[in-house]
């Protein structure tokens, strides 16, 4: 009963599509936490640090305050989320024992690894578009460069979904998938530029900026939206797509591996 | 044509525990078979590999002639699998864990829903479709994972103490159940502790004990070798006293129950012939224990004296 490449390949279609469908049900399931806390977030973010504080701080870039963060909240959000939906459902799955469910199914390492990073860059998505709805409550947004603006979404949350396998894959208990975003995500997303141009730096800081992936993410899609930048765009995705790449290699070597997941 | 094929199949788990010490086992298409043992026997490390859920150390395995390092995705597509745990989402409902199932197999979500009524109908569980996985009962929950794995079709499916802690109502449903898909054609492999259950369903069966197969054999003659077999007869009237039986062992259990051990070739006749020479009725009579354990410890204990292995820890 071997099937033809044809039948696998349509087989393989079916699996990948199953996760996705799968991993979006979790996300709409559990709406009050995956949609609602971003746009309550976002909203305090836009009231506090763009309402009230941003009008004494003037302009930044050439841009309004409010204008210049409304990017970088909305890049902050997709890299939480998208890395926060895969810990937490590869994760719970592993915890939970149904990941037995894939693991036992005819499909390949690599198709579950793009199966949970392309559920995680969903959800990324979902909120992103959710707190850009959010923001526009404060501030004008241009769309200057739509496709850059998706393919900066795309791949920032392609790359922190894949971060988020990994530590799910690692993780022996729940405080193992809180560390990273804690003491690692958490302080390079807010020195990545959200909150300002590392312009406005000193110079050792502004060159220690540059080790600092995220601001090159942020970077990129604020160029989308406002034509600035802090970093070369060219740059930024070449170091967008070389990490994405990284980041899916190193998860599927661990699958391969069956690290965390088999005996 | 053989469903499984096991050619010195060898597992050392990384605290230095060898759960299995290079087995040989065949089960042939369309068999229903038991693989008995004791906890730590090394069962569910079979099925892991079997499966994909444990690495193997070294060894052989072919499901349907499908190596599994060669055509691993064939070989597993061949395979339903109902685990000892309960291991879906319980926040899913019924009806989405067996449609993602099949999906995970490549079937098409229309045929998926079509095959879903048929299996949730089939194992009562059709009615608790949009409920919860967690807000079933412990037997549902067992019949959930069967008509899971049922979802893709298997030629092959195993079944890892797929009765534990289920009532005998639910436990003798799902036997025929299980008896049913297997006249269909479906190659059956049943771990079990009810020992009862093996001996109700399967026709073969293989034994281990300490990473090894100690016996393998059909159910017929495993049951064969057995040396005595005891039975309970409910008494009519009570006795104070043992009733005499020539060439037999008895004993009172209580004052309307006796018991007696048949040794092989001896009749039960023979015991009723007595009995009622002496104005004794029988009401009804049942085993006292389960034959295959009787077997079960014969072979273990038999195999301990002979020091043939070392027991897994």
Redo the contacts between chains.
Sequence with gaps: ???APA??A???W??F???L??EF?RIV?IWGQTLLPPAVTSTLYFVIFGSLIGRRVGQVGGHDYMQFIAPGLIMMTVIQNSYGNVVSSFFG?KF???L?????????NWLIVLGYALGGVLRGFMVGTVVTIVSLFFTRLGLLHPVLIVSAAFLTSFVFALGGFVNAMLAKNFDQISWFPTFILTPLTYLGGVFYSIQMLPGWALDASHANPILYMVSAFRYGFLGTADVGVRLAFAIMVSAAVGMFSLAVVLMNR?VGI?? | MLALKLRQLAKTYKNGIKALKGIDLEVESGDFFALLGPNGAGKTTAIGIVTSLVTKTSGVVEVFGHDIDRELEIAKSCIGVVPQEVNFNQFETVLTIVVNEAGFYGIARHVAKQRAEVYLKQLQLWDRRHSTARSLSGGMKRRLMIARALMHQPELLILDEPTAGVDIEVRRSMWEFLRMINGEGTTIILTTHYLEEAENLCRNVAIIDGGRIIERDSMANVLRKLQTEVFVLNLRDARTAVPRLEGFSASLADDHTLEVELSRGQSLNQVFAQLSAQGIEIDSMRNKVNRLEELFVRLVDSRGRGGAGEAVA
Excluded: C, F, N, Y
Aim: glycine residues 16%; positive net charge.
């Design positions: 009963m071997s099937a039948g696998r349509r087989a393989r079916i699996g599509q199953t996760i469908i799968r049900g399931r799955a939970g024992k149904h037995e469910e894939l693991l036992v199914a005819p499909l390949p069956g088999r005996d």
